[in-house]
């Protein structure tokens, strides 16, 4: 099973990951967890991207796709794509690479958040600096307040989470993310839209419901 897994910052994409690849035994390639692993690492990709990460903006498209294609290339197996592809071009460019391989996407996830939502979501919104782990401070909160379950230490907001950076990533996301949406559907790829404005758990449901009617 190879998955793209849409939906605007915040809607829950990270969570839901997990919990797919734990059930379907799929590897999880996050382009936000590996691009803050090349910071971290202080890598020339890391430095280039830096800026736009702190900012809310999206990296360029090549820098992704070259990133993206070479962990697809690491996978085996089956695969959830968790912030890839943002744009247009990006997914263009995976198409290209996919048939290439002689592989194709088995469906597209799109988790589905009104923009109020979002906002309250991620400004609530703590991550672990070590594991990388998500909390909120009151839709998912930690067994102890504000330190990591897996015994990392303190629980951070990420400047991506602040107020203004998250009104600029959606603004961004509709600008151009969205898009996507409409390109997979313009090429009749298997959409799986999913009502992500609930409880976790219900989403979860949902997703697992709608990925065991794909004939894969």
Avoid: W
Wanted: proline share 5%; glycine share 10%.
């Amino acid at each position: 099973m190879k998955l793209i897994l849409l939906g605007p910052p915040g809607a829950g994409k990270g969570t839901q990951c997990k919990r797919i690849v734990d059930r379907y035994g799929l590897a999880h390639l996050s382009s936000g967890d590996i691009l803050r692993a090349e910071r971290a690492a202080d890598s020339e990709l890391g430095r280039k991207a830096q800026h736009f990460m702190d900012t809310g903006g999206l990296v360029p498209d090549d820098l992704i796709i070259d990133m993206m294609i070479g962990a697809i290339k690491k996978a085996s197996g089956g695969y959830v794509l968790d912030g890839f592809p943002r744009t247009v071009a990006q997914a263009e460019g995976l198409d290209e690479a996919l048939n290439k391989a002689g592989e194709t996407i088995s469906a597209v996830v799109s988790l589905e958040v009104p923009d109020e939502a979002i906002l309250d979501r991620m400004t609530g919104r703590r991550s672990c600096p070590k594991c990388g782990a998500v909390y909120h401070v009151v839709n998912l909160k930690p067994a102890t307040e504000g330190q990591c379950d897996n015994g990392c230490g303190p629980l951070v907001q990420r400047k991506d989470d602040s107020p203004e950076v998250v009104s600029n990533r959606l603004k961004t996301y509709h600008e151009q993310t969205a898009a996507v949406l409409g390109y997979y559907q313009k090429r009749q790829a298997s959409i799986l839209q999913i009502d992500a404005n609930q409880p976790i758990d219900a989403v979860t449901n949902a997703v697992f419901k709608a990925l065991e009617g794909l004939d894969v």
